[in-house]
């Protein structure tokens, strides 16, 4: 679309899903004791992050909030983790082992999760919600899956402000009571909440049918591969297969043969 | 003039035994503004859903020389329209554009005559450039509009409004009459359901009157409803101060929307 802002929120979103995955999916297949195929990774997020002018800050302010959720889950393989002991302390009758291997998981886990978050920070950044899940219709996504997608980002606010509503309806007339009876007050507005959302559900059913819904969503397509998205992801998939045939490497040996010729020469 | 709406002897009950309609009878011809009036609760959004077959009462309903049954439902909502009192159950994609075009595309239009019909909407309620909006976040004005605009863009012959100002300030209310004045001039058949009295001057050529039985008790010009005070007074359309006189409910706001109309 024209009036996007830089070069990856133009992009269709289904270039952005086909490309992003296919990172993903390398990095997850590639072994994490190829450490320098992540550095590469890194390097290659980091340039998409760059042409969709995001800023490191906006990135970090959006990890913060995942990483912590990561960490508490792994953090604590490697003392779980069998193998052989890297480094042990005694406290008392407590033995706290660290293994190769629990290092190793730890770090599998980290590095990738890390790097996928950075990926769908940049993807949230550029695209809209209801474009995203255009884009997934357009890739032969189940329909029924996307409609359920789309009805969660429409009514998922709706439902909470109704919570909101009935809490606040609750506390302006609670003044303390016993732990039993809040209990049955939380059962009725649980309740109430559902039978809200059935009623709502029946009402937009409603609503559907009487504008000649047949089951079908149909919609405009509004997006187009352009020139542009065949660049980016041909420019992803070329990169990808540099990291992962390790063609890298190979270069970096040619030059420093080359340096030797020089030498020699 | 042919009557493009027939009910005649509508009864529905809702499954949990409450009486929605009792024995409702009324005509509506071809391009008259029908303005239906009552109090709370007494029927009104259950007749509109019940004239797109959404729920199926007793009786017979005939609209457009079609009989609503379940094999003619479908070729009526082609020609019916109708905006719910509630946007956010009008209101269910994702954009303001997804919604406006749902009907539109569901009628099998092209791309292109799509695109059109809604921008055109869009832009007789006033809501050029919200395409891609999310209707969660628009103001409820907003929301109310863009559901009248889901609407207009499928180009109904008859169009259903169901409370389509409450919640409105008065330069939209003043816009909104000024597109039944002009879905008026393009022939349309049009019902509104409203508390607002007032609404229906000038633009009502019947107002009908519903009355705490479910069902119509009084049928007429506006001047003649209007003049009827026993009426209105009986069915809690108009109440009475504790100093006696009878005051119109909203009469100073709507005085204040005519002079600017
Ligand atoms: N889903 C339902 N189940 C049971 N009873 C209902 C249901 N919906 C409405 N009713 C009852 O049917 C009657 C008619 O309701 P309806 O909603 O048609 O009134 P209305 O004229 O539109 O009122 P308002 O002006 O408040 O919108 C009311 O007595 C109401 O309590
Ligand atoms: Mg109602």
Redesign the interface.
């Known amino acids: 679309m024209g009036f996007a802002n830089n070069l990856v929120e133009g992009l269709d979103p289904r270039s952005k899903i086909i490309s992003f995955l296919s990172i993903i999916l390398c990095m997850v297949l590639t072994p994490i004791t190829r450490l320098k195929d992540f550095g590469l990774y890194f390097l290659l997020i980091l340039a998409i992050a760059f042409i969709a002018k995001i800023t490191p800050r906006q990135i970090l302010k959006r990890m913060f909030v995942l990483i912590p959720f990561i960490l508490f889950i792994a953090i604590f393989i490697p003392f779980i983790k069998e193998g052989n002991v890297y480094w042990s302390i005694k406290i008392g009758y407590w033995q706290l082992r660290v293994t190769y291997e629990g290092v190793w998981t730890f770090l599998n886990l980290i590095i990738k999760s890390v790097l996928s978050i950075i990926l769908l920070v940049i993807a949230s950044a550029t695209t809209t919600f209801p474009d995203f899940l255009q884009g997934m219709e357009m890739l032969r996504t189940p329909r029924l899956l996307v409609i359920l997608m789309s009805f969660m980002y429409r009514y998922i606010f709706v439902l909470l402000d109704e919570a909101k509503r009935l809490m606040r309806a609750r506390a302006l007339r609670y003044f303390g009571s016993r732990y039993s009876e809040q209990f049955r007050i939380i059962g009725y507005m649980i309740g109430i909440l559902f039978i809200r959302t059935f009623e709502r559900a029946k009402r937009i059913y409603s609503a559907m049918i009487i504008r000649g819904f047949t089951g079908e969503i149909r919609s405009i397509k509004r997006f187009q591969f352009s020139y542009i998205d065949f660049l980016f992801i041909t420019g992803i998939i070329i990169s990808l297969l540099f990291i992962v045939s390790g063609i890298v490497y190979k270069l970096e040996h040619m030059k420093i043969n080359n340096a030797h010729l020089w030498q020699a020469l | 003039m042919a009557s493009i709406i027939k009910v005649s002897n509508l009864n529905y009950r809702y499954p949990d035994g409450t009486v929605g309609l009792k024995d409702v009878s009324f005509e509506a011809e071809e391009g008259e503004t029908l303005v239906i009036i009552g109090a709370n609760g007494t029927g009104k959004s259950t007749l509109f ?1 019940n004239l ?1 077959g ?1 729920l199926e009462g007793d009786g017979h309903i005939n609209i457009a020389g079609l009989t609503l049954n379940k094999i003619q439902v ?1 070729e009526i ?2 020609k ?3 905006v ?1 009192q ?1 946007p ?8 303001v ?2 919604d406006v ?3 539109p ?3 099998g239009w092209d ?1 292109n005559e ?2 059109a019909a809604s921008q055109k909407a869009l832009a007789l309620v006033d809501m050029e450039g919200y395409e ?1 909006r ?3 976040h628009l103001s409820f004005g907003e929301k109310k509009r863009a559901a009248i605009a ?2 207009l863009s ?1 180009d109904p012959k008859i169009l259903l409004f169901d409370e389509p100002t409450s919640g409105l300030d008065p330069r939209s209310t003043s816009k909104f009459i000024n597109i039944l004045y002009t879905l008026k001039s393009q022939g349309k058949t049009i019902l509104i359901v409203t508390h607002d009295i007032f609404l229906a001057q000038g633009i009502a050529d019947k107002v009908l009157v519903f009355s705490e039985e479910k069902r119509p008790v009084a049928i007429g010009s506006y001047k003649e409803i209007l003049s009827n005070y026993g009426l209105l007074l009986k069915n809690n359309l108009v109440h009475q101060h504790h100093h006696g006189q009878i005051v119109y409910e909203h009469e100073h706001r709507r005085g204040y929307i005519h002079e600017r109309l």
Do not use: A, E, H
């Not at chain 2, 956010?88 to 954009?95: E, G, R, S």
């Open positions: 859903m797109t959404i479908k909502r082609r019916v329209g109708m719910f509630n956010d159950d009008q209101l269910f994609c994702p954009t554009m997804d075009s749902f009907g595309l569901n009628l791309n799509v695109m891609s999310t209707s969660y889901t609407v499928m």
